[in-house]
């Protein structure tokens, strides 16, 4: 299958910092990618669909100004968790589709956020 | 917009029985159904998906049924192993805007020596 790369897997940082997360997919060109939010024996809540090129759309409740996106190339979308807090802490999930008329979404690890 | 619920939300079996897992989704317009596996920790791992012109799909011990009219579907696992143990999800989407994938709410499957 595709391959989703995600960096980091772990990350603790100081409340008030940024937090990058990249995602890039390794073997096939990704003109949509999405992020997702799991909470401890939750389910994957969709938090914004990213283009390629173009702005992210955000599912209601999620601040576009707190989760920036930036989709800037075929293969590589960022998600910066801005100014993070405890609450913000998380496992953080991209995924991506091999072709616009491909269901087929395949993940990445995940990164595991840990704001003190 | 779309809901989907799944069942059960726990699932315990020994080592060479099957499993069932099943899901209802509720917008008769979804179109494609994929079952994500997922271990603790990680990102989840596609493991087999149907779409709504087939009724049933199979890959070795893994089977999926789809049942249009009554807008459920299932996931069989047939001999589990203990490297089944894992969470899963199922997920539905429709062929329309980008094609978001709505999920379920999890089985942890736990399968026993």
């Known amino acids: 299958g595709a391959v989703v790369s995600q960096h980091p897997s772990r990350v603790i940082c100081k409340s008030g910092t940024s937090v990058k997360i990249e995602c890039r997919s390794l073997?096939?060109?990704?003109?949509?990618m999405f992020w997702y939010r799991q909470f401890p024996k939750q389910s994957l809540m969709l938090m914004a669909t990213?283009?390629?090129?173009?702005?992210?759309?955000?599912e209601q409740g999620v601040e576009k100004d707190k989760f920036l996106i930036n989709h800037a190339s075929l293969t590589l979308s960022t998600l910066t968790v801005t100014s993070a807090h405890p609450e913000d802490s998380s496992f953080y999930i991209c995924?991506?589709?091999?072709?616009?008329?491909?269901?087929?979404?395949?993940f990445g690890s995940g990164t595991q956020l840990s704001v003190l | 917009g779309e809901n989907v619920e799944q069942h059960p939300s726990t699932l315990s079996v020994q080592e060479g029985d099957s499993a069932v897992i099943k899901c209802t989704y509720s917008?008769?317009?979804?179109?494609?159904f994929p079952w994500y596996k997922q271990e603790l920790g990680k990102g989840p791992q596609l493991i087999i998906d149907?779409?709504?012109?087939?009724g049933e799909k199979k890959d070795q011990r893994i089977a999926v049924t789809l049942n249009k009219t009554a807008k459920h579907f299932s996931l069989h696992i047939t001999e589990t192993q203990p490297e089944d143990s894992a969470v899963y999800f199922c997920?539905?989407?429709?062929?329309?805007?980008?094609?978001?994938?709505?999920f379920g709410t999890g089985t942890r499957l736990l399968v026993s020596p």
């Open positions: 990213s283009n390629e090129g173009s702005k992210a759309t955000y």
């Open positions: 995924s991506a589709k091999p072709g616009q008329t491909n269901e087929k979404l395949f």
């Open positions: 997920a539905a989407s429709k062929n329309t805007g980008f094609q978001k994938l709505v």
């Open positions: 149907i779409r709504s012109n087939v």
């Open positions: 073997d096939f060109q990704a003109t949509t």
């Open positions: 917008d008769s317009a979804s179109n494609y």
